[in-house]
């Protein structure tokens, strides 16, 4: 899957340019000029805190018109060809990480399962009436993925009565090895936000290394479970040390430096690990919106590679054969280092066109593009 997240805009202020408008069909013209072949759209409900047990299926448009711009959009996108994977989310109203949600009691905890059950299945109705081809039963549920086993199987026989396509689940990176219903659904997810270093100012090969040993952990879960793995979620901000804390987002920082150059690079040691490993079946890069020039939903450090220098490493990577294609012979050429890697050689980098012998991680950088300075 050479897939993208196109995230929706629900605005009283911009009516007229979310999912399944005019505006969300250039952008899916753009994507599959950029190579595309997939999209994950982002539906979302609403809870209060992490404690409640409420899900509201509105977010900010009733759900009546959401739930009909998405079936649009779900046509836009399949009249072009496209896989279309759907992924109900959570907003948390007060803030915090839906990862953390705990209500409480056992009581509270049954309640807001009911309510989480209404919220999936509801969605899941929306997606089989709408012909996509994939569904996650929910995303980042790290607090009780790993726990309350017989309620998510009979959720995953409920889901599945109602939707007939592939089912998923979206894991947090650091939650996928604990989820306890991977053997019920059809393939692995991970919303893969690697750290690649854990030390300021690392180098591109630092960065590679630790892609490798990434993937190699989401290759590792793929071999035990028996199931293809896919990034439902990967990206990285165009700010300095991006791939460091890559959740973290700008606004809660201070003196932010915007660095296009570190979103590139981040992203392209994390792909250039993953596309030659036959268990990793793709990726969708998170995100862009609806509203291809919208600039209301993230500052420019933020995670949209739209016109910014990580988008030429898309480009490149969708156009090249992938370990899991039919045909995986020919090299990607890594847009970052300007070097070539193809599936016969794992993840590392060949020093020059493939000999079919040997091969090298690279000891100096190369260029993402005609008339960019060179870089470490």
Known sequence: MRGVTVGPIESSQQMGRGYGSEYSAAVLDE?????????????????????????ALDFELPIAQSQTALLRFVAQAKARGLYVLIIPHLWLETGGWRGEIDPGSDQAWLAYQGSYRDFVLHWARVAAASGADAFSIGVECKSWSGRFGPYWKQLIADVRA????????????????????????????????????DKANASYVEYAQGAERAVARAIGLGKLAAKPVVFLEIGYTARSDAAVQPWLWPDIMHNVVVDEWEQARALAALIGASVSQPTINGFFVWRYYANLDDVSQEANWGFSPHGKLAERVLANVFGAAWATDSDPSRAWRDPVQGRITTPNCSDRYWSSAPPATRCVLPSTPGSLGSGLSDMK
């Open 31 to 55: 994507l599959v000029r950029l190579g595309a072949n997939a999209i994950s759209i982002t539906p979302f409900g609403r809870i209060w805190n992490l404690h409640s047990t409420q899900i």
């Open 162 to 197: 109602t939707f007939h396509g592939q089912l998923t689940y979206s894991a947090n990176w650091d939650e996928a090895d604990d989820v306890l219903f991977w053997d019920e659904l059809d393939f692995i997810g991970i919303n893969a936000f690697y750290p690649l270093s």
